[in-house]
């Protein structure tokens, strides 16, 4: 936790303010490559895509692949913008150091509630924090321990290039190994899409996810963006943008978009959580 406080010290982690003054690239021809958390790429294609609208000379590409492989993409510098639902790690940005002279900057552009997936015919709707972990761990491994039904308990977990993997972890888990006979899943989507299939299954992962599932009340709270922001639910984080260095031309105007009002009202309709109380 100490080195995750330091290297935010380092990055002087900001949150680049929108100005209020329009502006036009109509005439400007320009391309943002944007990689990263699986967690973000529902959200970060409907920024694109809104200010692709707005601003036709500019194509923004985004792709997924992990936290951990956007971070990677931006040190070889094959990327404008990494996204990332995790801060930077102290080998990360001592990596940037030496190849770019500069740790990187971070801007945050979303908070996310993370989400316990249930499929819906598991009768279970309220796990605490500490059932959570003991699931997880192997250390509970059949439902009924939980107040379910008969029958054992599926874990299913993003891979580790995942930021969402390495959040749980450390938060939820509290450092602790993940069971061993947890079934690895390579994105968000296809745990969704597990959970569907099998009521004893339980995975993770945003709230823009798996709306069609059961999103468990942890410690007797929903996720949701009101207990988010009246930090009662248990389990959310910030999403952030990463950049070589303070972002400039288009990159810029991209960036200010996405946390002005604006932008910020496109995560919210995408069920991510805005920076602000939007009226």
């Not at 005439?27 to 609208?53: H, P």
């Not at 008969?150 to 930021?163: A, D, F, M, Q, T």
């Not at 389990?235 to 810029?252: H, S």
Request: charged residues 20%; glycine residues 8%; aromatic residues 8%.
């Amino acid at each position: 936790m100490k080195i995750a406080k330091l290297v935010q010290t380092l990055l002087g982690l900001v949150l680049l303010q929108a100005c209020g003054a329009s502006h036009s690239v109509s005439s400007l021809s320009a391309t943002i490559r944007i990689k990263g958390s699986d967690t973000m790429v529902i959200l970060a294609q409907r920024w694109a895509d809104e200010f692709m609208q707005r601003h036709s000379g500019v194509a923004v590409y985004v792709e997924g692949g992990g936290s951990a492989t956007g971070i990677e993409a931006l040190i070889k510098g094959q990327v404008d913008i990494s996204t990332a639902s995790r801060p930077l790690r102290a080998s990360e940005a001592r990596r940037l150091a030496d190849t770019h002279h500069s740790v990187g900057l971070a801007t945050l552009v979303a908070r996310d509630a993370l989400s316990v997936y249930l499929n819906p015919e598991n009768p279970v709707r309220n796990l605490s924090l500490a059932q959570v972990q003991g699931i997880f761990t192997g250390k509970v491994t059949n439902w009924r321990e939980v107040g379910g039904n008969e029958g054992e308990i599926v874990v299913l977990s993003r891979s580790p290039n995942s930021g969402t993997y390495l959040y749980f972890q450390e938060h939820v888990l509290e450092e602790q190994d993940y069971v061993a006979s947890a079934v690895v899943m390579p994105t968000t989507a296809a745990i969704v899409a597990a959970i569907e299939k099998n009521s004893h299954a339980i995975g993770y992962g945003g709230l823009a996810y798996g709306q069609q599932l059961v999103h468990c009340n942890i410690n007797g709270v929903a996720p949701t963006e009101e207990n988010v922001r009246k930090e009662t639910y248990p389990i959310a984080r910030y999403l952030y943008f990463y950049t070589i260095r303070k972002p400039e031309g288009v990159v810029k105007l991209f960036i200010d978009w996405v946390v002005s009002p604006v932008g910020q009202r496109v995560a919210q309709e995408s069920n991510y959580l805005p920076l602000m109380n939007l009226k």
